[in-house]
Nanobody, 121 residues
Framework: QVQLVESGGGLVQPGGSLRLSCAAS????????MGWHRQAPGRQRELVAS???????NYADSVKGRFTISRDNAKNTVYLQMNSAQPEDTAVYYC???????????????WGQGTQVTVSS
């Protein structure tokens, strides 16, 4: 069993900061890419940021310069530091982790349950 537990969502004022966390646990090994996606009402789910096991990062243009993704490999945890939050950042944020389940030679994508982020005054 593989579990992804997200935390850190909530309400933040425009210009404020929020830090999301996603911890993977259970029978997962060889985690490669970890990332964050978000989905707002009426919009498609979009990639916000991702990070490889080597530390290479990728960001959506809309969040460059404001968000920072990082990971702690020892804890199998990925973070999203959200600075200068704007109303358009309001969405449900989902964590994605790519890795192998114990006993399997194949990589799979695992998803968190989602956490609501609301940016409003």
């Amino acid at each position: 069993q593989v579990q992804l537990v997200e935390s850190g969502g909530g309400l933040v004022q425009p210009g404020g900061s929020l830090r999301l966390s996603c911890a993977a646990s259970g029978s997962i090994r060889s985690i490669s890419i970890m990332g964050w996606h978000r989905q707002a009402p009426g919009r498609q789910r979009e990639l916000v940021a991702s990070i490889t096991s080597g530390g290479s990062t990728n960001y959506a243009d809309s969040v460059k310069g404001r968000f920072t993704i990082s990971r702690d490999n020892a804890k199998n945890t990925v973070y999203l530091q959200m600075n200068s939050a704007q109303p358009e950042d309001t969405a449900v944020y989902y964590c994605e982790v790519r890795g192998r389940r114990v006993g399997s030679p194949y990589q799979n994508d695992y998803w968190g349950q989602g956490t609501q982020v609301t940016v409003s005054s």
